[in-house]
Each structure stands twice: as C-alpha cells, then as structure tokens.
C-alpha cells in the first residue's frame, strides 16, 4: 500500500478553485520493485513505481496488475513515447489523497510528468502526460501511446482442473473505431453458465493522427517479455510483461502536440472498459473523456475533505499522526462499489452453481493486487481501523454485503463462509457446512 513507500515526502500541491492542498509522499530508491496502485471505487490502475506495468500478481500468474474495473480486467500496460523515444524509468515517484505521479525523465529537453487516477463511481481510469517545454520558442512534438489488452475476469483458477480456469482465457480482438482503440472477448468459457461480452476502449480527448493494432505494444518492451508460471529460478516482475495466461493483443494511439514556448500541455489517456457490452464501455469512456481535468480536482477535493475528518494532533509524535492521516486515504483506496452481482457455488473451482443475485454491495478490499475483494474474515480486522478513523459508512456496508451473500449461500441459516488469513471460516455454529465461493459479475 501506498502508506509504506519510504522516503516520505511532504509537499503541497497547487490547488485549483475546488480542491484543497495535499500532502504527497515521495520514493525514488528501488522504484521497479516496489507496487504502487492508484485507485476508484470502480476501477483502479496497478503497476510499479517506476511507471511501468510489469507482469504482477500470483493468485492468476502475472495477470493481477494493469487496469482493471472489477471484476473485469482490461489492461496490462500503458506506455508513452514522445518523439520516438519511449519515456523511461522515473526517477521519483510521487503518492498523492487520491492519485499518484511519476517524474519521468526529459526527453529532447521535454520534460514529463505523468499522473494516474481512477475516478469514483466511473468504470476506468485517466492517465495524463504533461509535457513541459523549456525553450524560448514554440515546438510540436509526437506523442506516441501503446496499449496492451488482456481482458479476463479477476476471478478464474489457475490450478488444473478447475473452473472456470485462466488457461481458457480467449484471445482478444482489436480494432480501431470512432478514434479510439476497441478491445474485445466474446464467447462462452468451459464453466461460465452464459456467454460473455468484454470490452475495453482507449483513448483521448484529442484527435489521434494515426492508430493502428497488432500483437505486442508493450511500449519500450516490443512484442513482450512472457514468463512461465514454473520458471526456474523465480523471475522478478520487472523481467516480466505477461504470464503464461496472457491471450491479449495490442494497439497503437499516434498524436501530434503544440508546446507554447516556456508551457506546457497535457495528453489525457481514458481507458474504460465493461464485462456487459460495448455500449456500455462507450458509455464510461465518453463520461472519462469529459472535462477529465475536473474530475482529477474533484478527485483530490473529496479526499482532502477526508482528510479534514477525525483529526488526531500528535505533537510529540508527527510521524504516527501522518500514518493515521494515510491510513485513512489506504482505507478509501480499498473502499470499493460493484452492482448487479451473481452469487455462485464454486467450491474452489469444482462447482459452478448460480444462487442468487445481489444487486449491489460496498466493500473494503483485503488488498491489492491479488485480494482486492470482500472477505468476512479481513473485514473484521479493518472494522477496527476504520471505526477508529471514523469511516463508519463503509465498514457498515461491508458486513450488510456478508450478509446479504451469506443468506443467499446459506439458505438464510445465519451461516457465511468467506477467506481470511486463517483460511475459511464459519460466521455461526449453526446451519449446514459452506461451500467456498465467489463474486461474479458487477
């Protein structure tokens, strides 16, 4: 989590007529190995600090990084080149209430910034490459944006044997429409109890010159460096851009941008995505693309007003009262929303029951990358911290989601069964035994 990058930092950002001064925390030391997550209550963006996607995760191989939209992934990567030259590592990454930055280096003497965030209640995320030019005279640069897709649910089991199973995982289709790259996964999985009908769309606010798709785009990696699942020794993620599972494809966004001299101007990158339908999809990118800016500042407003709540003054120790400033913020990141969810049997992957739906619950993931969903047992560690930073609503609403999906698995015997850190357990005495299952859909 984002609480425990070192180096801490704090400095205060220019705040806009909506939005409040921030603190950021601040790491530039070992950036490629360490985690970092910008996060929506629908959406969140997955990678390193030092900008870049590595392949990430072991609940499936290598897939649990990129964008996603639970439980939905639809990206492994987005990488941006300026000139004909991908931006490389950064040299310092910033942790902001709501976002996070990475200073990358200056390329043609072009310097850039780039900012991820995942707006609330939106279906994907904003990526933004700020270009500064220092010179004294106008200047027009290429900008060039590789996408790499894998759309996949969150979900499937990469044990043999099991249903549904990663090693199912259908090859994505690409195309260009309306300006914008279209990635798309249809058909029926060995275990799905219907078809299925995934979409990711990226693109800008500006016009691109050029597009084009095909296997690969990895930006400064090329066609990608693919890593088995029982490679020997173990790689690191950073020798990795995809698992053994990755059946994604690749695009291509090409756009040309006018640089005043001594200014700067902003490449915004939308990529939204839906497990439903394409429209959908098209919906969220429209709602994305839409004055992006004003959703950043309304971003970083409402969690400034996090912040100004439960305020606890530690003079004699600032740093345990900054770490429960950011405890908060960790709390929001893992504060997460889905709708229109299907509850099924799935007794780790030997089953595949439908039971009920749920038409929409609130939740405090366990952790990221590889147990961002609701757990009973997690929920009731987390309970503690957030009634004592005073997120009631949340946590409230996490234990109103075990039980409505308790009552579905449990014929409403008051028994749940969900996995924590001990395993799985039991909620009551009472009742018949549990199966193990899992969220779909939403």
Known sequence: MRAAVAGITLAALAAGPVQAATPELAASQRLMDRREVAAGTRAQVLGFQDGRFYANGWHITG????????????????????????AGPASTFKSGWGYVRYELPAIDGIRLRRTDFAPDARRGALLKLRLTNPRRVKRTVRVDVDAHSELMTQYPWSEKGKVPNASDNAPDRAWASRRKLVFRDTGQLPGESRAHSYTA????????????????HFGPFGAGRVCASDQKPEPMPRDCDDGPFGRGTGGRLRYKVKLPARGSASVWIAVAGSENSIAEARSEFDRLTFRPGRLLDAKRARRARLGRRSRLVLPGDPLLQRSIEWGKQNLADLTQTAKGLEIRWTDEGKQWTPVGDVARIRWLGAGFPDYPWLFAVDGAYTAHAAVTLGQFGPIKDHMRAVRDISELLSDRSGVGRARGGRGWLGLARQGRPNRRSRLGRG
């Open 63 to 86: 897939e649990m990084g990129g964008i996603v939209t639970p439980p939905l992934k639809l990206l492994d990567s987005v990488y941006f080149g300026v000139n004909g030259q991908w």
């Open 201 to 216: 769309i990226v693109g800008s606010n500006r016009v691109p010159r050029t597009l084009r798709t095909g296997p690969g």
